[in-house]
């Protein structure tokens, strides 16, 4: 009885909060293997722990398939870990445009795990170690 | 990386609540692991004078188990999302001190649980002893900082 | 303004939320992920003991995991303070938080229940009670639950 009582309210407790899950963030939700191109302009900029945060704004425009058209929450690492590729607090600012590869949400909502920022030069600036398998060096 | 690419990688990252059940599991592995080898550890070093090291042992196979429970979940994670590790230096500083923490551990077992058994429970524990116990609670606690700080430290998530 | 919004909001928040350190944010992160340990893993001896799970270690002699607890619980109060006002506004409103907040008050509760029932009296029984051994199984089950709701506090961010 002890045990299984035991078992049975973390199981509950899991479950419980497991429902809710789908609400956000971790790096399971999205569609790891979908790699999307994103062009828009910088409505927020959130560089801070845990992770770096930015919206970006896409316009509806022609050729741009509307279900791409708006506001889209895009995630990246911990400060820490994308200084070290190469971002600083002044990478971008509310108003810059900016081009990004990432990783849809599995669910559709507008939600994209950051892969690399694209720079006007054509360089990119990853958020992390992982390379496309096709990395070219830039 | 070419184990990221394999099906079975595939297959466990595409159910979503595996990662963030793994992660739970690993936590409760970490306090079963460091409560246990904890209590062992303190003993060690001379606290708790008095209790007897064959009582501090029953808690060893929860221990074991709470290392079990976290080198599955560990590898489940590796398994998943192996280049987050395997190009991370603070991960493999981890894997160092796991390392250290079992062989440590081991040393105690082959060669000082006689002694440690046979001590008078109510004095002071021998040096040997003590260095054992010191460099297992350092070396578990040196796992956890450096799991913990992976996201940071290290290259990625 | 409600006071979460402001602490959330704060200068404190944004530079230590905006810090590029490792001795800040990753750093108090790291010391609640310490105390959880320390407080956690002392709980989970002493229910396991006086669940009859753990060998026979005189009762009586777990009394000092108990400063253990309370330092553990004290590391993990400060730590989770600091966090707590990095994001006041977006917990105060987080079923996750309170569930998890709960779970830890009601683990502690049922572990002084356990101590005075089982391991302060002098001439205690060995074998605790029935109804003291539920109270172990219990507060070991918050244990569980404030581990899983702390943990999945970090997937609901807003």
């Given at each position: 009885?002890?045990?299984?009582?035991?078992?049975?309210?973390?199981?509950?407790?899991?479950?419980?909060?497991?429902?809710?899950?789908?609400?956000?963030?971790?790096?399971?939700?999205?569609?790891?293997?979908?790699?999307?191109?994103?062009?828009?302009?910088?409505?927020?900029?959130?560089?801070?722990?845990?992770?770096?945060?930015?919206?970006?704004?896409?316009?509806?425009?022609?050729?741009?398939?509307?279900?791409?058209?708006?506001?889209?929450?895009?995630?990246?690492?911990?400060?820490?870990?994308?200084?070290?590729?190469?971002?600083?607090?002044?990478?971008?600012?509310?108003?810059?445009?900016?081009?990004?590869?990432?990783?849809?949400?599995?669910?559709?909502?507008?939600?994209?795990?950051?892969?690399?920022?694209?720079?006007?030069?054509?360089?990119?600036?990853?958020?992390?170690?992982?390379?496309?398998?096709?990395?070219?060096?830039? | 990386?070419?184990?990221?690419?394999?099906?079975?990688?595939?297959?466990?990252?595409?159910?979503?609540?595996?990662?963030?059940?793994?992660?739970?599991?690993?936590?409760?592995?970490?306090?079963?692991?460091i409560g246990g080898a904890g209590l062992?550890?303190?003993?060690?070093?001379?606290?708790?004078?008095?209790?007897?090291?064959?009582?501090?042992?029953?808690?060893?196979?929860?221990?074991?188990?709470?290392?079990?429970?976290?080198?599955?979940?560990?590898?489940?994670?590796?398994?998943?999302?192996?280049?987050?590790?395997?190009?991370?230096?603070?991960?493999?500083?981890?894997?160092?001190?796991?390392?250290?923490?079992?062989?440590?551990?081991?040393?105690?077992?082959?060669?000082?649980?006689?002694?440690?058994?046979?001590?008078?429970?109510?004095?002071?524990?021998?040096?040997?002893?003590?260095?054992?116990?010191?460099?297992?609670?350092?070396?578990?606690?040196?796992?956890?900082?450096?799991?913990?700080?992976?996201?940071?430290?290290?290259?990625?998530? | 303004?409600?006071?979460?919004?402001?602490?959330?909001?704060?200068?404190?928040?944004?530079?230590?939320?905006?810090?590029?350190?490792?001795?800040?944010?990753?750093?108090?992160?790291?010391?609640?992920?310490?105390?959880?340990?320390?407080?956690?893993?002392?709980?989970?001896?002493?229910?396991?003991?006086?669940?009859?799970?753990?060998?026979?270690?005189?009762?009586?002699?777990?009394?000092?995991?108990?400063?253990?607890?309370?330092?553990?619980?004290?590391?993990?109060?400060?730590?989770?303070?600091?966090?707590?006002?990095?994001?006041?506004?977006?917990?105060?409103?987080?079923?996750?938080?309170?569930?998890?907040?709960?779970?830890?008050?009601?683990?502690?509760?049922?572990?002084?229940?356990?101590?005075?029932?089982?391991?302060?009296?002098?001439?205690?029984?060995?074998?605790?009670?029935?109804?003291?051994?539920?109270l172990a199984a219990t507060s070991l089950?918050?244990?569980?639950?404030?581990?899983?709701?702390?943990?999945?506090?970090?997937?609901?961010?807003?």
């Amino acid at each position: 009885m002890t045990l299984s009582r035991r078992l049975g309210l973390a199981a509950a407790a899991l479950a419980l909060a497991s429902a809710s899950v789908r609400a956000h963030h971790s790096f399971a939700m999205f569609d790891m293997d979908k790699d999307v191109e994103y062009r828009g302009v910088v409505s927020e900029w959130k560089w801070q722990n845990p992770h770096v945060h930015f919206i970006i704004d896409v316009k509806q425009e022609q050729g741009v398939d509307p279900k791409m058209a708006g506001r889209w929450d895009v995630e990246g690492g911990s400060i820490n870990i994308m200084t070290r590729q190469g971002w600083t607090r002044a990478s971008y600012k509310i108003g810059d445009p900016v081009r990004i590869v990432g990783h849809p949400m599995k669910d559709g909502s507008k939600g994209i795990s950051l892969f690399y920022a694209i720079r006007p030069d054509g360089t990119r600036l990853y958020h992390d170690i992982a390379r496309p398998k096709d990395d070219v060096k830039k | 990386m070419w184990v990221e690419s394999t099906r079975i990688s595939k297959a466990l990252f595409a159910m979503t609540w595996l990662w963030p059940a793994c992660e739970s599991l690993h936590f409760m592995g970490l306090c079963m692991l460091i409560g246990g080898a904890g209590l062992l550890d303190l003993r060690l070093l001379g606290l708790f004078r008095g209790l007897h090291i064959r009582h501090v042992k029953a808690l060893m196979p929860w221990a074991i188990g709470g290392f079990a429970i976290n080198a599955m979940t560990g590898g489940l994670f590796l398994l998943m999302q192996p280049h987050l590790y395997l190009s991370s230096a603070v991960w493999w500083w981890k894997f160092t001190f796991i390392a250290i923490a079992g062989l440590n551990a081991a040393f105690f077992e082959t060669r000082l649980a006689i002694p440690a058994l046979t001590m008078d429970p109510d004095g002071d524990t021998p040096v040997a002893l003590k260095i054992v116990g010191g460099v297992s609670l350092f070396s578990w606690f040196a796992v956890l900082y450096c799991g913990r700080m992976l996201p940071y430290l290290g290259t990625g998530n | 303004m409600s006071v979460f919004r402001s602490l959330q909001d704060s200068a404190f928040t944004e530079w230590f939320l905006g810090s590029d350190s490792i001795w800040t944010y990753p750093t108090v992160l790291a010391l609640h992920t310490v105390g959880m340990a320390i407080l956690v893993g002392a709980s989970f001896v002493v229910n396991l003991r006086v669940l009859q799970m753990a060998g026979d270690i005189p009762l009586q002699r777990l009394r000092p995991l108990y400063r253990f607890i309370w330092v553990g619980f004290a590391i993990n109060l400060a730590t989770g303070l600091v966090l707590f006002v990095t994001q006041a506004a977006d917990r105060i409103a987080d079923p996750v938080f309170f569930i998890k907040l709960g779970s830890i008050a009601a683990a502690l509760w049922l572990g002084v229940l356990v101590k005075q029932r089982a391991i302060d009296p002098d001439h205690a029984p060995q074998v605790a009670t029935r109804s003291t051994r539920s109270l172990a199984a219990t507060s070991l089950a918050f244990w569980a639950a404030a581990i899983v709701s702390g943990r999945l506090m970090a997937y609901l961010h807003s």
